[in-house]
């Protein structure tokens, strides 16, 4: 048999130890916080790019799919599962060299397996004064596989695609290819200038199955002089379509370099507590007044706008001056935080002891250092709150530590329509997302973030609960339906979950039949992730 | 014969008068600053995106290769020329609708003929409170163009392609591809977002041959409450390395977000005059006592640094105070140029009458107003003046108005390595080109831009008079010996003319590999553009 033959050549390339089918690892491997988990044969464990290449012409000469992973933490997207059963996972995690670092030109060149609280404490034990922008899934999880989603972060580099310069990708055919200007010998210019000369095609990797990066190079940005977070609410729902047509023009001009995250009440809940399932008497969704109360407690409104703003001392100070102008005539409160703030706030907090108010204060300065860290890109799993809500046996005792939702069997899969930067398209997706979710008996999470200067992605959160298969079966007709209302109102997703691989060619599309043409050239037998943004799709 | 076969068919598609082969035309769309211009078999001017997929059906049916032209002024990288004799050029200068404006989310949709002054013009007479980004080469040039050659201009705005979202495409098959969300049935976020889902194609029709676009949306700069010119000089050149490396940090944290422009005194002198011939008593390259003179009647120093500040009044005087102590300890002078102080020169300027100091004041009245202007997105032609300095005639009577070099017989050939932003490599670069240029007696002219936050990007200029033979020979070899200069010291450029095309690979190579093997993919035939940037070269 093909795949039998296939793994004893990849076990005398790698050793048995970086060969693995026994069941529990495929069974690990399958972990999903997804309703449509996959099962892989196999699973490689390769760690140089010369292994990698070796690895993919044993798989061609046997024509066994592939399925390259950074660390598997595609959360709420599919987490580690291929397309379809039966790939053979190329788990790069053991490739986690940084191979480069410049303080000078401010960039780094990494492989799959550098995580997020890796580079982060590698910049801090240098010394290097650089941060990384941080996402929100905390610290094991990979930088290369997040770019190459094209996810997005928090910094000023939060478009983390756009920060991306020279790519080393081995192709199906088992060819290294360098990106840039990286296949000039002896170029010098590789790192500080992505698209070489002729055509650019970085972006022919992102998102697709046309090869495994094997390194990149990722600029990451110099230390401000100042930073300051700030907080910024409203009451009521409809109060926050003017907030963002006023903060639209901030982020335009630059005084907005960061990626704001708009968050409505129940992701800023769900932060910090789970489904209170007891008082809702088992109520779903989350009962109205119950909702009011919690809100109370959190001392929010009905959305909540964080964003950092960097610079030196005098930029920090303009910028806070526009945004408060920018914002007078909107309904908004309004609130900073620096070092300063924080530090007293802890004090405060520690004087008044185990009373509420101190408590709330002590969590608060807790929320708020969080976000300062992840601004300056020191990760923090905190964020993954929103993944354990449903869950049975709540938060783990060592959440936020390493918070893994797959592992945990949290339910959860994300919605990411990318809308146009205004208050009314924001309104507009809320109205056609919140009945859905209701009538499906789930609590609508949702965060607008504005990942450039033009756009909001929206990210909506099904959290339920993996261990009720009624609920298991709502959650996925209320994807659907979800999937469904965003692709017919035109807020096209920037990614999906695999379950929607097979839904995104709509029939007869230019594009798809273009991707497939290239996929032809590159791939000719399909090895590479097959189902993967190819319009081809997974089996139904 | 095929090719008056194809006529034929072009002709009944087009009408007489859109099919174009007298001999006239030939030689109009031949003519090239270059020393290497190529003949056309034949020009069409298609009008729409059906008529260029008409038309590329037709060129598929009787295998006759297009070479597509936006407007055809690629001066000093091959003008309107395709890579090889008897190509079919596609003028798609009559496509020149302005398709889609908006102020809110700050776009244009644009055809391939809209040109920068187009553009200009439409913005200020519908009162839209945007600027383009302008390049120094005048009204008459097509933004797409420049945006598929990956150009790049001046403002914040200047890395041209990175504010692309969405194109349509024609390609070989004569199928139309819509890129990013462009292809999914009532997309509403298509130019708000370019990636779209699935793999991120728009770089693949960059510096390339694999279709031809017929639109794109472009980002626009929304306007600043405030803007400020700054010029910056010193006065020796190896003053210029600090004054770099003081810029990086502003250029890297958003206190610099223009692409400043560093020119040596050349550069400058040659923007107010042509090459002395007189006094120089012939003398080639420019005698260095004559260059002193005249760098000191144009009241510069060896090097010059241009840029803009844009934002509230306020933010731009942070940033003023950030440049004045990021200079201090340069030997740099510095100057902030606003409105209010060129009124004022202008004034003084008038009342001087016509003595020396006055016309000096004025004609530095009139550039401080054209640098100006062009940070608002105003074109100008005066930046061209370099392709004149050794034109025998001198400039037209009716510079800059619609200045086209091409056509006005300007010998000049760019070169334009990458370097990592360092004063460092900017003297090692210009250590290498300077005895290049003075061993075949040319004068260097050369721009160093910050294109983006980590690289120059280096436009070296070889003015020659293409009227004496033996100085377009020698013009050729000096080419020559620098871009082998460049390639080995591995500053490899980011664009190139076609007498180059041939020299990108350099063996081996599978960049190269993989373009032909997309090519082959989208375009079997080889039917458009075939030599540009494929790897593939020209005949020799």
Redesign the interface.
Known sequence: MAAAEALRAWRSLLGDERVLDDAATLHRYAASTSSCSTRPLAVLRPRSTPEVQELVRIAAAHGTPLYPISTGRNWGYGDACAPSDGQVIVDLGGMNRILEASA????VVIEPGVTQGQLSAYLREHGLPMWMDSTGAGPDTSLMGNILE?GFGHS?YGNR??NV?GMRIV?ASG?????G?G???????Q???P??????????????S?GIVTSLGL?L??K?EALNHFLCGVAEHEDIAPVVDALR?LR????L?SILHIGNDMRVISGGAVYPRDKAGGALPLPQALRREMRAAAGIGAWTVSGAL???K??V???R??LRKALRPTRASLRFLDEGKLDLAGRVGKLLGNTTAGRKLRANVQLGRSLFEMNRGVPNGRFLAGAYWRRRAGLPPDFPEHANPAQDNCGMLWVS??????GD?LLRLHRLAEPIFHKHGFDLFVTFSM?????L?GVLTVAYDKEDAEEVERARACYSELFEAI??????????GLQSMAR?D?GG???????A??K???DPQGLIAPGR???RGIKA
Chains 1, 2 share one sequence.
């Open positions: 000078e030109l401010a960039y094209r000023p695609f756009a310069a192709l060819e290294v290819l360098d990106t200007f296949h000039f010998p002896g170029a010098v210019n790192r500080v200038f698209y070489g000369i002729g055509p650019y095609l970085d972006g022919l990797f992102t998102q697709s046309f600029w940005m110099p401000t023009p335009m001009d630059g005084t370099r960097y610079g030196s005098a930029q100070a303009a910028a001056a526009a329509p990318i809308l146009p930067m205004r398209d990942i450039n200067e033009r756009a992605g692709m017919q109102a035109g807020y096209i997703p920037y990614r999906v995104l709509r599309d230019s594009y798809w039949q273009t991707v043409r290239l032809a050239a590159l943004y190819d319009g």
